[in-house]
């Protein structure tokens, strides 16, 4: 029997998503409860890995075993003994065709950053931070260019592992909420630090240190030491899986302390 989970959690515990030799990462975590529940080994596989310190609103995993359970029991069941920063939401039966990583045809991230003089204490872990005034509308033009299929790699991370760099980024916007700026990227997959590096690009023009048309100048170069530095994990997460609908699965509705934010 195959089954797919459907999970949010917090990233800062954890040493990212993918399971390390130490066991403190999110997929360490998961099957562990799983396999309590089963009576026997569980393997996750998960749609995307997340860094350390990224979040996930909805992070989907399928995992394969012999014994029978209530739906409620990969849910409930194993809420009961996961850390209280990982949260299963739904458990749904799917064929053995279906596969949480190439079934998707599509996910979306968000990145949260406070524009202000002063970092926030509340949100501390939850959102970036950036101390100077950013021209939003700057930002906006440059983010345009990036838009569209082409080869990522001025934005890849080196320890990327993905087959090919070229990626079809279908939106990328950005708009301000009060002192938020809220980054919303949907492609058909991502590389290694590719949100972050986009976010670190658009900061670096919005802060006027280049026009816009500098970060159509980096995507053409494919250079990754001419894009900005890493942004900081703290304010990126998973928001969404896209899958066909003939798989059935369920539609998380994304709610957190940050309200519609998120």
């Known amino acids: 029997m195959r089954i797919a989970l459907g999970l949010e959690y917090d990233g800062r515990p954890y040493c990212g998503w993918q399971s390390q030799a130490d066991g403190y990462t999110v997929q360490d975590a998961l099957q562990r409860a799983l396999s309590q529940i089963a009576g026997e080994p569980i393997s996750v596989i998960a749609a995307g890995r997340t860094d350390t310190g990224v979040h996930a609103l909805e992070q989907v995993v399928h995992f394969d075993t012999r014994v029978e359970r209530p739906l409620t029991a990969w849910v409930r069941g194993a809420n009961a003994l996961l850390p209280d920063s990982i949260a299963v939401r739904w458990a749904h039966p799917v064929p053995d065709e279906f596969h949480a990583r190439f079934s998707a045809h599509g996910r979306s991230y968000r990145y949260l950053l406070v524009n202000r003089t002063t970092r926030s204490a509340i949100h501390a872990g939850k959102v970036g931070w950036f101390h100077a005034p950013l021209d939003v509308v700057a930002m906006q033009a440059a983010a345009q260019c990036l838009v569209g299929e082409h080869d990522f790699s001025a934005f890849r991370a080196a320890q990327c592992q993905a087959k090919s760099p070229v990626k079809k980024l ?93």
């Open 170 to 262: 279908h939106r990328l916007d950005i708009r301000r909420h009060g002192e938020m700026l809220v980054f919303d990227v949907s492609a058909d997959a991502f590389l290694h630090h590719m949100v972050r590096n986009i976010v670190g690009c658009l900061v670096y023009v919005g802060k006027g240190k280049y026009l816009p048309k500098w970060l159509a100048e980096v995507l053409a170069s494919r250079e990754r030491g001419l894009a900005a530095p890493t942004f900081a994990p703290d304010g990126l997460y998973l928001r969404r899986i896209q899958y066909e609908a003939k798989w059935g699965l369920p539609q998380m509705e994304n709610q957190s302390g940050l309200g519609e934010l998120l």
